[in-house]
């Protein structure tokens, strides 16, 4: 109790006025969210002291770093300058850098986790360090995505030049990130820009998908510029436009100092009570402790951190009111008030340990992350655009736009076909302004790339680029957006989805709105349609799935060309599998409300109960196994095996041999929607896919390893992980690929 002594107060009345204190103090941080970019040092040298307690007096929630260098032959990790200069709660990336004189490297700090993290090559020039980036799991329902990066640095032509096509870079890797998304999560990009001014060119590239200009952030006297001389506007906060929507003015300080554009922080400048005021070096900032006066301008920075604030976070539930006797104070001494004064070393000012999660694990930065599957191409080349043009409600796609290349020869765009498919002519290398003209579909509103209404803000675009798409609003229509429904449940129902009996996984759906099947490059037939559920399988042992559906208000099973036969009822769900090990699939339905697991010809066993999701899947054997997994409790249940607990509540169930043994048993596996997580048990864990993306896995290569891959309808878009990307179906569809190599398509090829 010697801590509590010293101030005066006995222990009883030290822990009353700190359970008041707690009572109606409001939660912390408040409703604004805080980021702030700098660079913190000079080439050759590591990060200072100074640096920390500007961090530690600008108190900031998320932090971008550039040549973030710190003194490892002295014993110190970036962790250690996280827990100094941010605190022990704190969690940070350390993008990569070809180890060397050149060694600069970017790296973001975060008060809350990273969903998942990476870095991205600077392929512009040699020893450039990786554009740092991360997903910030913030509160409320949105994600951020955040860049650390530091341009080319020079004056002369050729640098200008790097930069552009820097800015280029940054920009293919986030609009063809899958986890990014920047048309639904708060997307910033900050660093070190080394522009020689606004104007630059390279900003008009930041342009096109960023918000640099509406807010410049500047110091008390209106100076914008950010290198320590005061000449130069070096260092940037570049939000999308989702997120500088809510841009907010910057108040800092004990008394509350306003900036409604942001802060360039100069600690020469801040608290200066007239324009000839100077002092010491050591002179603490009576006015943002523990800062000194000299802290920007240190021999070991060259840059002024640049500040902005933005109104996302939630309100925090307000306290419920106290009232209570007043608490008798002690009578004041001269040691009840530290002293805000720092120590003359520089050292940080101890503080009481805080209650929080442990220390995160800083990630290993001895080897260079592995390159994430967007690959950007910063030359740009001849060739065409291409995308599809459809109904943003309906996801039908239109016929007869015109989608324009303005900057173009006229007759160089392409005309939309039937499934709303164009393809423009061969365009000259350069970007293009590229506009949906809607004269001949008039009811629908006219449309610039990126969603925009005007050319204003709008996204330009490289020749030779696909996915180029025109989702069009019908006139008068402005809809509120909603979130999108979790997709029903359909894990069991596709038992093979190897159309053509090649070993490989086809992309496939089906349309229910007219029975289409669309497999690609295979066929497209129509089979059922309305309520009908998809139940593809290989019911002749011939190692080709057949197309099939489940008809639940009669119990109807039809398979195209084989049979129809009745098995079933409303409510059960189709669950086919080669149960019997014979090397054909059998039909079988799960009945929730029981536990009912019926095989046509087979067995009839209850496992399971009311809520159970069927997640039947093949191990080492032939046969099928009957398994369930409970979303409530996240439990996973092999009949006759195994039972662990695996996954949350909201997660899909997505077994499948992901380890790719032959042979070898399928491992538990969930993906998460939310935030796009795939986790397999006793294997790996990692983020490919957002929001209402489908999960299905598949043996798209043709080998034994389940491919991870995702599904969104919205689009149509297909993404299988490091292997590619493309659109096949539109929004209502229902994915009806699948496993290609399991015992119930015929063993394996």
């Excluded at 022990?88 to 060397?100: D, K, R, V």
């Excluded at 006066?293 to 106290?322: A, E, M």
């Excluded at 790719?660 to 990692?686: E, K, M, N, V």
Aim: charged share 20%.
């Amino acid at each position: 109790m010697n801590g509590i002594h010293r101030y005066g107060l006995s222990p009883a009345l030290f822990f009353l006025v700190v359970l008041v204190t707690l009572i109606c103090t409001p939660l912390s941080p408040g409703e604004e969210l805080r980021i702030v970019t700098f660079n913190v040092s000079v080439l050759g040298s590591n990060a200072p002291i100074q640096t920390e307690r500007i961090f530690q007096g600008i108190d900031s929630d998320v932090a971008l770093l550039q040549e973030w260098n710190v003194n490892q032959a002295g014993g110190e990790t970036h962790r250690d300058y996280v827990d100094d200069a941010f605190g022990p709660e704190f969690y940070y990336y350390l993008g990569y850098c070809q180890p060397g004189s050149y060694y600069q490297p970017n790296g973001i700090v975060s008060r809350w986790e990273f969903q998942t993290t990476g870095g991205w090559p600077d392929t512009s020039g040699v020893n450039k360090p990786d554009f740092a980036w991360a997903i910030i799991d913030i509160p409320g329902d949105v994600d951020m995505g955040v860049v650390s990066v530091h341009l080319k640095a020079g004056d002369t032509t050729e640098d200008k030049e790097q930069r552009i096509e820097e800015a280029q870079l940054i920009k293919d890797y986030i609009e063809s990130s899958l986890v990014f998304n920047p048309s639904s999560n708060y997307i910033v990009v900050g660093g070190d820009l080394n522009v020689v001014s606004e104007a630059e060119w390279c900003m008009n590239t930041f342009a096109t998908f960023l918000d640099p200009l509406t807010y410049r952030p500047r110091d008390s006297e209106g100076d914008k510029d950010t290198n320590k001389n005061r000449t130069r506007p070096y260092d940037w906060i570049m939000p999308n436009d989702i997120l500088d929507a809510f841009h907010d003015a910057v108040i800092i300080g004990t008394e509350d100092y306003s900036y409604p554009s942001g802060l360039v922080f100069d600690s020469h400048v801040f608290s200066r009570w007239s324009d000839t005021t100077t002092a010491p070096a050591s002179t603490p900032l009576w006015n943002l402790p523990p800062v000194l006066y000299g802290d920007t301008h240190s021999i070991y920075t060259d840059h002024c951190p640049v500040v902005k604030d933005y109104d996302i976070l939630p309100s925090p539930i307000p306290s419920p009111s106290v009232t209570s006797t007043p608490v008798p104070t002690a009578s004041p001494t001269p040691t009840l008030i530290p002293t805000p004064t720092p120590k003359p070393t520089g050292t940080p000012l101890p503080t009481e340990t805080p209650t929080i999660p442990p220390t995160p694990t800083p990630k290993p930065t001895a080897t260079r992350p592995p390159t994430p599957a967007p690959t950007a191409t910063a030359k740009i080349v001849m060739g065409q655009i291409s995308g599809r043009v459809y109904d943003r409600v309906t996801g039908e796609g239109i016929p007869d736009v015109y989608v324009r290349v303005l900057e173009a020869s006229i007759g160089s765009g392409g005309l939309s076909d039937n499934d709303g498919n164009y393809t423009t002519s061969t365009l000259n290398a350069r970007a293009y302004t590229v506009f949906a003209d809607t004269f001949n579909q008039r009811e629908y509103r006219e449309q610039y790339y990126n969603q925009k209404d005007s050319e204003v803000g709008s996204t330009m675009v490289p020749s030779n680029t696909s996915g180029i798409d025109f989702p069009l609003y019908k006139k008068g229509y402005y809809p509120s957006p909603t979130a999108t429904p979790s997709p029903h449940y359909l894990c069991g129902s596709i038992d093979s989805g190897d159309y053509d009996g090649d070993g490989t996984s086809d992309l496939a759906v089906f349309r229910p709105a007219s029975g289409l099947w669309a497999i690609k490059g295979v066929t497209r037939v129509y089979f059922g349609g309305g309520s009908d559920q998809p139940a593809s399988g290989d019911y002749d042992g011939d190692w080709t799935s057949d197309i099939a559906i489940y008809r639940d208000s009669s119990g109807l099973w039809a398979i195209r060309g084989i049979s129809r036969t009745y098995f079933g009822s409303r409510a059960d769900i189709p669950v086919p599998g080669d149960y019997d090990g014979d090397g054909a699939c059998d039909i079988g339905i799960f009945r929730s409300a029981s536990g009912l697991w019926a095989i046509k010809g087979g067995n009839r066993t209850y496992f399971g109960k009311s809520g159970d999701l069927p997640t039947p899947y093949n191990g080492a054997q032939l046969e099928k196994y009957i398994a369930i997994y409970r979303p409530a409790s996240g439990l996973w249940a092999v009949k006759n095996s195994t039972r662990c607990y695996f996954g949350r509540p909201g997660d899909q169930p997505i077994p499948a041999n992901y380890q790719g043994l032959y042979p070898g048993t399928a491992q538990l596996g969930i993906f998460r929607d939310t935030s796009g997580l795939w986790a397999i048990r006793g294997l790996t864990r990692f983020y490919y896919g957002t929001w209402g993306d489908r999960p299905i896995p598949g043996n798209y290569r043709g080998n034994y390893g389940a491919d991870v891959t995702v599904f969104r309808n919205t689009s149509g878009l297909w993404a299988i992980r490091g292997m590619t990307r493309v659109y096949f179906g539109r929004n209502g569809d229902i994915p009806v690929a699948g496993l290609a190599i399991n015992p119930s398509s015929g063993g394996t090829p």
